[in-house]
T-cell receptor
Framework: DVKVTQSSRYLVKRTGEKVFLECVQD?????MFWYRQDPGLGLRLIYF???????EKGDIPEGYSVSREKKERFSLILESASTNQTSMYLC????????????FGQGTRLTVV | AQRVTQPEKLLSVFKGAPVELKCNYS??????LFWYVQYSRQRLQLLLR??SRESIKGFTADLNKGETSFHLKKPFAQEEDSAMYYC????????????FGQGTELSVKP
């Protein structure tokens, strides 16, 4: 009964590559989020989307972009990967009202070399 | 600016001891606050939310608007409580933006 699925568990990319991280949810949630998780820094919001084709910058959007063409799918794009983007990336989704519990993906461990 | 602060990176206690994980928030509106937990090799998951005022796995958290705090408490810690704990704030007037604190690692020793 997996609800939020991230396309890759581990990724290794070279500096300067364009990287796509994919996330799919099956709960018909309006909101989807991308975070990066670093020890001591917690979860920092990169971008979130509250509807198809709608997006809002989070706290650390520099070097990232997102795409949401369908309600169930939210993609994170690293335009030109750099070593300081080596991190764990978490996708989440929730409904903006009512039961607002957020569900998380299993995470993608990205290493940029 | 909205912010969630967890001042302790690591909290280490012995089994059976009381636990309090601190969370303070900065938000001018009416907050919706959560505690999420991540056990080793598992996904982040909801532990509890302030609006439901429930106790989950023996944990409780009370919203104190005057002190802008939402501390997580448990009277008797168990070894299986060892995990990363994150406090989170949902901001309704920004489309449901969900922001997290830095996290506190709880280690319960036998």
């Amino acid at each position: 009964d997996v609800k939020v699925t991230q396309s890759s568990r581990y990724l290794v990319k070279r500096t300067g590559e364009k990287v796509f991280l994919e996330c799919v949810q099956d709960m018909d949630h309006e909101n989807m989020f991308w975070y990066r998780q670093d020890p001591g820094l917690g979860l920092r919001l990169i971008y979130f989307s509250y509807d198809v084709k709608m997006k809002e910058k989070g706290d650390i959007p520099e070097g990232y972009s997102v795409s949401r063409e369908k309600k169930e799918r939210f993609s994170l794009i690293l335009e030109s990967a750099s070593t300081n983007q080596t991190s764990m990336y978490l996708c989440a989704s929730n409904a903006p009202w009512g039961d607002t519990e957020a569900f998380f993906g299993q995470g993608t461990r990205l290493t940029v070399v | 600016a909205q912010r969630v602060t967890q001042p302790e990176k690591l909290l280490s206690v012995f089994k059976g001891a009381p636990v309090e994980l601190k969370c303070n928030y900065s938000y001018s509106g009416s907050p919706e606050l959560f505690w999420y937990v991540q056990y080793s090799r598992q996904r982040l998951q909801l532990l509890l939310r302030h609006i439901s005022r429930e106790s989950i796995k023996g944990f409780t958290a009370d919203l104190n608007k005057g002190e802008t705090s939402f501390h997580l408490k448990k009277p008797f810690a168990q070894e299986e409580d060892s995990a990363m704990y994150y406090c989170a704030l949902m901001i309704y007037n920004q489309g449901g933006k969900l922001i997290f604190g830095q996290g506190t690692e709880l280690s319960v020793k036998p």
